[in-house]
């Protein structure tokens, strides 16, 4: 009971912090807008897809899991700059649970994505992209554990090393390797077969593969419990691992 009152009380301070200054989730959206208006045009005949609603219900899952990943992995930096405060120094003075400081930033990260792949899914509206609600929310389900996971990993890693000129490295060293093999651009069925058995020890590719098959309106294909729970599971070991790194930080 403690831990859900302390999470929501931090919860409810930053989601104050970002409603102050909204304009962040409309930055975080203007890329994947970017993709979705000059980039998806151009994947019919390169996808071969009959329509283009047809290319655009193999795009958008795919940009929506970007957006997840890449708005969750890069939230280390602010709590450096909460640490460079002695924001997070101040904590220790408090009766607030460790797991609460953890729990708390990452729900509003998550609450954040999931109004920016709102955003981007009414936009592909507007491009004939049709999807059942039932399907879209399990979609948004997933993407919600995947930035999750990204974000208290990003967390835990600021905790390690904070600095920003040791995390900004680290992220972009591991964001090249899981954007290109995760299909989030372009279904990997199009890669040579070696490159697809390289894809398959990436989790983020079976998210991928999920998502659009929630998308195509396929609730009873393999690759959408498969992602699903894969992502429980990484998002669970993110959590626990990321408030370990809080417990040790704030003592």
Not at 42 to 56: C, D, I
Not at 86 to 95: A, F, L, N
Not at 164 to 192: K, R
Request: a positive charge.
């Amino acid at each position: 009971m403690k831990l859900a009152r302390d999470t929501w009380l931090i919860f409810q301070r930053q989601m104050q912090l970002l409603l102050r200054n909204p304009v962040w989730v409309f930055v975080g959206v203007f890329q994947p807008v970017m993709y979705l208006l000059l980039f998806a045009p151009l994947l019919k005949p390169a996808l071969g897809a009959p329509t283009q609603a047809e290319a655009y219900k193999i795009f958008v899952p795919g940009l929506l899991v970007l957006l997840a990943i890449f708005g969750g992995m890069f939230q280390g930096f602010g709590l450096i700059a909460e640490l460079r405060a002695g924001v997070i120094e101040r904590s220790r003075v408090t009766p607030v649970s460790r797991v609460a400081l953890l729990l708390g930033r990452a729900l509003r990260d998550v609450v954040s994505l999931l109004v920016q792949a709102v955003i981007i899914t009414l936009l592909a509206l507007l491009f004939d992209l049709r999807v059942f609600i039932g399907d879209l929310l399990l979609a948004y389900l997933m993407l919600a554990l995947i930035a999750l996971m990204t974000a208290a990993v990003s967390y835990g890693l600021a905790l390690k090393v904070k600095s920003e000129d040791a995390l900004a490295p680290l992220m972009n060293t591991v964001a090249q390797p899981v954007l290109l093999l995760s299909g989030i651009l372009l279904p990997l069925t199009f890669a040579p077969g070696w490159l697809q058995g390289i894809a398959e020890w990436n989790p983020f590719s079976w998210a991928v593969d999920g998502t659009r098959a929630l998308f195509a309106g396929d609730l009873g294909d393999d690759k959408v419990w498969q992602g699903l729970t894969i992502v429980a599971v990484l998002a669970a070991a993110g959590v626990v691992w990321a408030a370990r790194q809080f417990a040790r930080s704030v003592r």
